[in-house]
């Protein structure tokens, strides 16, 4: 008799798609599922979604993964959740209705609240608790910008009577249809609230910024069956599966790639891009702009890691397709490197929403340089991927100087490290061996991992090591003269761009 397959059903919510994601007791991919989502920027800098359509999408892509197995739905052993981090929403406590758009990662409407905590003296206070500095990227200040602009919802918070979640708290409270109000230590880590040396939400920073604890969900470990998800099954009836994971989107990623061991290090390529290294059970203090923030944590131990964030990545590839129609798909940019590998002395900095890591100046706004009466699309089109590369190289650079350690190897993922140019430009840039898996979805897949570990498919960090795959490696080519030179370009670029400040009403 054949046995039967296991499977975990991993739900990957980002910022431009939601996903479902099945896979094997191997880790193999057996299916999948995926809808867009719309974003609304109706001022410049504001970056919001609907929390409804977040939550329809991804209950429409589980349901396109159930028809999909048909019968074999009843061999999924977990659900794994992973999610765009930050995000912000609040919703009614009594009805579940979302109270507000959900305030984005990205969005920079907070920036008035963050120059005010600046004012108050507390950078150093939440970055001694937190291991965050204040930026409008993290949570803490998007529930405050709510609060101070919709005064009735502050009032019904003070009442107990609104909940806040990250877009993991938000999914496990619908498909627990409003039983379980939950977060685990890694979003956590990403709102500015919590204290990552104590491991619970802060009181004097709730105090300091006028947040109700209330509102704020339990914390629980990144792996743990916590609840059952209830998924009504369009074939014939509902499905209880445990939701056994919960893990921020970048975590995940960091234990998908296998990073186990301290001094493991990747760099995701998604809508922006997220460059961590593991650090133990010791957290690493920064003084060159990155963060020090919660990697994973289980019942016994937390695992600390570093974090340099670029706020655009392939979100730059996206501008060439949608704002300036130089190609009709992302796909089409690696026809400009057949043409030409060369950028012709063209730097495009891409700082449509600030620059992240290791500047975290909000106010910075896009430019380029360079162009010529010989510059040509595939000189434009290749500068804006060069970008993505240079980004990340102002994160490892700061990563070595925090963590005193060279890094000889980076772990890719994300759709952006399909692209052969970025990747070898990424090589050749750093002076260092880039290592792509076999399956790019390794956010989907650490978030797996950790449930499969929940649940007894997987049995430990070994096992799942086994069943991490390469498929290509790229090392450097460029002669160090030529590196150091094109790196020279980016870093005066960088500092043109800076000086031409914006700020926006």
Known sequence: MTKEKSYILSIDQGTTSSRAILFDEKGNMVTSSQLELSISCKHSGWVEQDPEEIWETVYECIQMVLRKIGNERKNIKAIGITNQRETTILWDKTTGKPLYQAIVWQSRQSQEICDRYKEMGLEELIQKKTGLLINPYFSGSKIAWIFEHFPTIYEKAKQNEVLFGTVDTYLTYRLTEGKVHITDYTNAARTMLFNIYEGKWDQELLEKMNIPESILPSVVPSKGIYAEATILNKIDSFLHIPIASMMGDQQASLFGQCCFEVGDVKNTYGTGCFMLMNTGKEPVSSKEGLLTTIAWADENKITYALEGSVFVGGSAVSWLRDGLRMIEQSKDVEKSSDVTTETNGVYVVPAFVGLGTPYWDNDARGAIFGLTRATTKEHFINATVASIAYQSKDVMECMKKSAKVNIHSLAVDGGASSNHYLMQFQSDILDCKIVRPECLETTAMGVMYMAGLAVGLF???????????????????????????????????????????????
């Open 459 to 505: 049995s430990s960090e070994e096992d799942l090591k086994q069943l991490h795959q390469i498929q290509q490696i790229f090392l450097p080519k460029m002669k160090k003269e030529e590196r150091d030179k094109k790196y020279q370009g980016w870093q005066k670029a960088i500092e043109a761009t800076r000086v031409y400040k914006v700020k926006e009403s």
